[in-house]
DNA sequence: TGGGAAGATTTGGGATATCATGGGCAAATA
DNA sequence: TATTTGCCCATGATATCCCAAATCTTCCCA
């Protein structure tokens, strides 16, 4: 499976249009019969967008379909997990327009910092981003990092 | 499968009309020989009007069959399911005309937030959908369902 | 090792299609 | 005849598509 790994910054346009890092698009490739190659939806406790390739996303959405549609539970599960995802696809150049809701999430302005995290990214305001890695960082540490066949 | 996905606002007119979101109009083109697209009905619990398409309530109907149609329990639940349902079908530009009585029930004026849940969207007065969304999150998160990847 | 050159990538902007919305008209209703 | 309902067209706003300029990388060769 492709990854998504580093950093990239780059701008949004008049028109609300970012270019997704070229290193990223590989992975995005929309499935042949499906609209959307991306689904993006605001992070539960950051202050940033996550984009999630569609597979993943589905797959992210499997634990729903084991439950009674008229629960409670499905029906909150439902309303968190699709009422602020938005399906997209980019144009013939790679690149995508935020919904509006998503920029005031994120603090968004003319400038956003894609952070690769593995299967998924994120997108950040510059300065969130960095308080992001650094205390990322630094809880990683203090939690002893050690991540199995890692060694240092 | 196509899937609701997203939240959209759109206004009722004079008339009444109010434009079904394009993203969402795919999915309820009706199938050939059936009449309707869509399916309107009441939220039990919640106040709001719920939007399924075709297939999808016939599918929602199908414990019904197994139901010995004299039974009890067959009433009952054809009642809750049929009786306050409407079949509608969009005009040519993608607009339905709300009935009134699911208009009262969701408390709506001249703004109607629609709302994507997966398999079926749902139509709230804006206020009434901005709570929503605050309380799902609570409870889906409270109960405990975090979301693989989504979180850290 | 440094300078170009070729190819990618990001960014800009104009043309075009789509969408939300408003209003008109005619058939249906009462 | 007054009122409503459904059907159709018009319009402005917005998003999408497409082409092209500006940057940045990478690679090659002197």
């Known amino acids: 499976m492709t990854q998504f790994l580093g950093t990239h910054v780059n701008k949004l346009d008049a028109k609300g249009r970012i270019s997704i890092p070229a290193p990223f698009r590989a992975s995005l490739r929309a499935a042949p019969g499906e609209a959307a190659s991306l689904v993006l939806r605001p992070s539960h406790n ?15 959405a499997t634990p729903l379909e084991r439950l009674d549609v008229f629960s409670e539970e499905h029906d909150d599960l439902a309303a968190t997990l699709y009422a602020d995802a938005y ?5 013939k150049e790679g690149r995508i327009v935020l919904p509006e809701s998503l920029v005031a999430h994120a603090g968004l302005s003319d400038t956003a910092v894609f952070m690769g995290l593995g299967r998924i990214f994120q997108i950040w305001e510059p300065a969130a981003a960095d308080r992001r890695r650094a205390e990322a960082r630094e809880r990683a540490r ?3 990092l050690t991540i199995a066949g890692a060694s240092a």
Chains 1, 2 share one sequence.
């Not at 399906?87 to 144009?91: F, G, N, V």
């Open 46 to 60: 950051l202050q940033c967008i996550e984009a999630w390739p569609i597979a993943a996303f589905q797959a992210l």
């Open 87 to 91: 399906p997209l696809e980019a144009d």
């Open 142 to 144: 203090s939690r002893g």
